[in-house]
């Protein structure tokens, strides 16, 4: 008897979306991952499980350290020497729970923002034939191109929600909700104190996620050029491509985080900085270029976890 040719099996990439995965889909998707990963880091996810809750929020208040360590500036006693000195002048000061400030900004903002952010993505990466071919494929202009388009979508919501935050986190915050926040904020500085940042945000977290993506997409491929299924893979890809892509961007950070709070400066040079560039030039004259990396080991720190479990 003739012996039967194998029967051939299609190719299944098991990260690929289906064909008739809707928009609609891809927003509902992106608003639940977002507001369960934002309380890690505040920014970006792909998905991941609630079942993280618990662990994002005990990894939030790095994000607080962070925060008042690139205060430009900063009163006597907000001046850390390091992360485990913040906590524990902080628990003596000012009590642990000041860790968690303006975390509710960051739960409220979350949802529409990621769901924007993912359902842009995906699209953009669909229309860039990011989806084609089989799992060995590589499109790593794709997925650069894809974060980016994304970035400046959720960013323009997310924007206002992040200078709340950051406003709530900072040393002798007199907010006392998020609400009260908003309120003051817009009706002493307007509602360019919500934006003034903007600019800066894009120029981070459009080369942070482009970064990001092209090197978790290259490290995956190299770790992984079977595209089996490993979690572990996903992990270190993921925390490297982070870390990599935080350190780098650390700089604009930095500025970033003297605007948006620019408005609880007593330093009138500060309460008047107007872009990113005049906000770079205060930094050099106050603090050298080092002062452009001050609260890098907490960055890193709070982005290697978030972008190692959001694949």
Not at 4 to 25: C, G, K, Q, R, T
Not at 31 to 48: E, M, P, Q, T, W
Not at 250 to 258: A, E, F, H, M, S
Not at 280 to 285: G, W
Request: charged fraction near 15%; glycine fraction near 8%; charge should be positive.
């Amino acid at each position: 008897m003739a012996a039967h040719d194998p029967i051939p099996v299609e190719e299944y990439d098991y990260e690929a979306l289906p064909s008739n995965f809707s928009l609609a889909a891809n927003l509902a998707a992106g608003a639940f991952a977002g507001i369960a990963v934002s309380l890690l880091r505040g920014n970006r996810a792909k998905g991941i499980p609630n079942t993280r809750l618990k662990e994002h929020t005990v990894m939030y208040p790095v994000d607080a350290i962070k925060t008042r360590m690139q205060v430009v500036n900063p009163s006597p006693a907000a001046v850390y020497t390091g992360i485990s000195n913040a906590v524990g002048r902080i628990y003596t000061q000012e009590g642990i729970r000041t860790l968690w400030r303006g975390m509710s900004s960051v739960v409220v903002g979350a949802g529409p923002a990621h769901a924007v952010y993912f359902a842009t993505y995906e699209a953009v990466k669909q229309a860039m034939g990011g989806n084609e071919g089989t799992g060995a494929d590589h499109h790593p202009l794709a997925a650069a191109s894809s974060g980016a388009c994304a970035t400046v979508a959720s960013d323009a919501l997310m924007n206002p929600f992040d200078v709340i935050k950051q406003r709530m986190q900072v040393h002798g915050s007199i907010y006392k909700s998020m609400a009260e926040c908003a309120r003051i904020v817009y009706r002493t500085e307007g509602i360019s104190a919500f934006y003034v940042s903007y600019p800066t945000t894009l120029a981070m977290t459009i080369p942070f996620t482009a970064m990001q993506f092209t090197a978790y997409e290259s490290i995956s491929k190299v770790m992984n050029p079977s595209k089996a299924y490993d979690p572990v893979t996903h992990c270190v890809a993921g925390g490297l491509a982070g870390a990599f892509a935080a350190g780098v961007t650390t700089p604009l950070d930095v500025i970033k985080t003297l605007l948006q709070t620019r408005g609880n400066a007593n330093d009138l040079e500060i309460r008047n900085a107007r872009g990113l560039w005049n906000a770079a030039r205060i930094i050099k004259q106050r603090s050298g270029f080092g002062g452009f990396f001050r609260g890098l080991r907490p960055r890193i720190i709070t982005t290697m976890p978030s972008t190692a479990i959001c694949w």
